[in-house]
């Protein structure tokens, strides 16, 4: 640096970025137990050695798990992680490559999770799962000065054979309570016609009202073909004479 000053002015200056953080070791030992930046930072090469860090947010891809539910259904279940690097010292010193080992552990605590539901709560609540799952994640990272901010269970799939089987219980059960309702249905009205039976029987004139609303009903209809019914009791009266 002395012999060739000023040009070496130019090499021993490092920029990092506004999210980006420099951990530099001197002679292989941390320098001054900090990071630097940003802005200009001085090191001296072929001395320091530095590393940048990214501080930003990152989208962590964890590919489908093959896991045994609780009910002992097999299923696939991914996922994504959003985390960032909360210490850079820690993301540098305490392990080795840490996108690489979260997203191991990633996978590891998905399968435990969801082996400990059943598959009708993984269907229905995946939030309450991916929280769980967040939980312990940052727990697991918070020594290597990464914190998970996120995590989103992206697809719970299900093999064709039991997506049959449970699409024909589904209907089923709706075809189950369509007919519930069908004979309730019946039930109401057939009180309702007993009561209206009741009442016209106390009073014959309203079943001959009833008859000519009926006629005229069907004569406003542009009907072609008319049905009169016929009273029986007539019959009976005409044949008793």
């Not at 292989?28 to 930046?37: A, H, W």
Request: glycine letters at 4%.
């Amino acid at each position: 640096m002395v012999v060739t000053f000023p040009i070496s002015m130019a090499y021993v200056w490092i920029c990092p970025k506004e999210y980006e953080r420099v951990v530099i070791f001197r002679l292989g030992r941390l320098r001054e137990d900090k990071t630097y930046g940003p802005g200009l930072v001085f090191y001296l090469p072929c001395i320091d050695d530095f590393l940048k860090i990214d501080l930003r947010t990152f989208s962590l891809d964890v590919p489908p798990q093959e896991i045994l539910t609780k009910d002992s259904v097999t299923i696939y279940c991914d996922a994504v992680v959003f985390h960032r690097i909360e210490k850079p010292l820690l993301a540098v010193i305490q392990v080795e490559r840490v996108g690489k080992a979260t997203q191991l552990l990633a996978q590891t605590t998905l399968r435990k999770v969801a082996g400990t539901k059943m598959l009708v709560e993984l269907l229905t609540d995946r939030e309450a799962i991916a929280n769980e799952v967040s939980v312990i994640l940052d727990e697991g990272t918070t020594p290597w000065g990464v914190k998970v901010e996120h995590v989103e269970i992206k697809d719970v799939r299900i093999p064709r054979d039991l997506q049959r089987a449970l699409a024909a219980e589904s209907e089923a059960i709706r075809m189950a309570k369509a007919k519930i309702v069908a004979a309730e249905g019946e039930l109401k009205a057939s009180l309702t016609l007993k009561e209206a039976s009741d009442i016209m029987s106390e009073n014959t004139m309203t079943v001959q009202l009833r008859y000519l609303q009926t006629l005229c009903a069907i004569a406003g209809e542009r009907n072609h073909t008319i049905i009169f019914p016929f009273p029986t009791d007539f019959l009976n009266n005409l044949f008793k004479n």
